[in-house]
């Protein structure tokens, strides 16, 4: 999975703590599509975009042949969007090739040549979609901008029947060494045996 690094120089209010990145993410039977995304924390709804035809990022269509199109890259529509709904997630599907100009989205419709050829009633373009979204999601539970709180009690780490619990907890901090203090692992009623009771009692822990 790659992940490139954007940012929108822009001074609208409107995305001031807002996360911008591009990133490559598989969806259904191993089809990958770049997705730019502009986060936002507590968003309330969610825009997604696929752009038309000659549309790119900023750098390509500003020395390519449709320079006179600039005004409408990714970043540009990312930018308007965002200053439509400001409450929402932007996602932004880029197509998998460009043809000429032409926008090809053959992982979600069979093409020749960007012209869509046959149409599939499946729900495979859905569902593609729909776990490019969700693999995006899972992709970000470790960056910055969330905070992610862990528990664990004598039930997980104690219990002499299952010793590899342990285990599972300290390889998901090495997991996400980049998160920094932005992950907390606290050990409840380490002083108690291992019990169901105490271990849904951390559900009530503020």
């Known amino acids: ?3 490139r690094k954007r940012s929108l120089d822009l001074a609208d209010g409107s995305i001031f703590q807002r996360h911008h990145e591009s990133v490559n993410v598989e969806g259904r039977r191993g089809l990958f599509n770049d997705i730019y995304i502009s986060f936002i ?3 309330t709804e969610n825009v997604v975009f696929f752009p ?3 549309q790119h990022f900023d750098h390509v269509m500003r020395r390519g042949a449709f320079k006179s199109f600039a005004a ?3 970043e540009s529509m990312c930018a308007h969007y965002v200053r439509r709904f400001p409450h929402a997630n ?3 599907v880029k197509p998998r090739t460009h043809a000429n100009g032409v ?3 053959d992982n979600f ?4 040549d960007g012209e869509p050829s046959t149409y599939s009633t499946d729900g495979s373009a859905f569902l593609h979609l729909q776990l490019l979204l969700e693999h995006t999601t899972a992709l970000f539970l470790g960056r910055a901008h969330i905070q992610l709180r862990v528990f664990a009690t004598p039930y997980h780490v104690k219990a002499s029947g299952r010793p590899w619990y342990a285990n599972d907890v300290a390889a998901f901090q090495a997991t996400c060494p980049h998160m920094g203090d932005k992950l907390s692992l606290s050990r409840c009623f380490m002083d108690d045996p291992p019990s169901l009771e105490n271990h849904f009692d951390v559900l009530f822990i503020p």
């Open 1 to 3: 999975m790659r992940i």
């Open 41 to 43: 924390p507590h968003a």
């Open 52 to 54: 038309g035809d000659v």
């Open 72 to 74: 409408y890259s990714y």
């Open 90 to 92: 932007v996602w932004i």
């Open 103 to 105: 926008s090809c989205y």
């Open 109 to 112: 419709v069979d093409n020749t």
